[in-house]
């Protein structure tokens, strides 16, 4: 059973232009990451969010978490081809180490 | 340098024929966890430890084995490889203590069962 849905599935985007990747579930999180997959590579945190209501940017990614601590976006600003991979969304919920994954939102920003 | 390693990379094997993945990280990492990739299904998690001789079962657990007799290995044993088994597996480890934390992954072991 996919406890987390990710929208889109894919995405294909030119340089330049803006975007967001969705994560909900019907289950609430105690805490909720984002990491990002490269072909032929394990996944790589970019961020964790705890705090309903939390927003939090790395420098051109803008993560928010929902105020019930049951969704969480990604937003893109400006798209750079270096951008282009695997997003994944995982949560966790009360039973810990059990970290549950998105199916992932496969990004790819063209030159 | 800090790295979670795993082995084989790639391996091709026949129904039947048991094999053990490997992985090791040299983190100190009381966390370690194992998942499956396969399109359109994201990471599954099999089997976790939270520490030496602690293992607990994931998502995903039938047809699968875990040992974690030192803090830094964590094996994932398939007794008997099904079809079915044929994934992309991932090995990750975390130093958190209290909630799973920043999960650092191996790249990966392509496993394909004829």
């Known amino acids: 059973t996919q406890l987390l849905e990710q929208s889109p599935q894919f995405l294909s985007i030119q340089e330049g232009e803006n975007l967001t990747v969705y994560c909900n579930s019907s289950s609430v999180f105690s805490s909720l990451q984002w990491y990002r997959q490269e072909p032929g590579e394990g996944p790589v945190l970019l961020v964790t969010?705890?705090?309903?209501?939390e927003v939090k940017k790395l420098k051109r990614l803008t993560f928010q978490f929902g105020d019930a601590r049951k969704d969480s976006s990604l937003h893109i600003t400006a798209a750079q081809p270096g951008d282009t991979g695997l997003y994944l969304c995982a949560g966790e919920s009360d039973s810990w180490g059990k970290l549950q994954f998105g199916a992932g939102t496969q990004v790819v920003v063209t030159p | 340098e800090a790295q979670v390693t795993q082995n084989p990379r790639y391996l091709i094997t026949v129904t039947g024929k048991k094999l053990t993945v490997t992985c090791s990280q040299n983190m100190n990492h009381e966390y370690m966890s194992w998942y499956r990739q396969d399109p359109g299904l994201g990471l599954r998690q099999i089997y976790y430890?939270?520490?030496?001789?602690?293992?607990d079962k994931g998502d995903v657990p039938e047809g699968y084995k875990v040992s974690r007799k030192e803090k830094r290995n964590f094996p994932l044993i398939l007794e008997s490889p099904s079809p079915n088994q044929t994934s992309l597996y991932f090995c990750?480890?975390?130093?958190?203590?209290?909630?799973?934390?920043?999960?650092?992954f191996g790249e990966g072991s392509r496993l394909t069962v004829l």
């Open positions: 969010v705890v705090t309903g209501g």
């Open positions: 430890s939270m520490n030496v001789e602690v293992t």
């Open positions: 990750a480890s975390s130093f958190s203590n209290y909630n799973t934390g920043e999960l650092f």
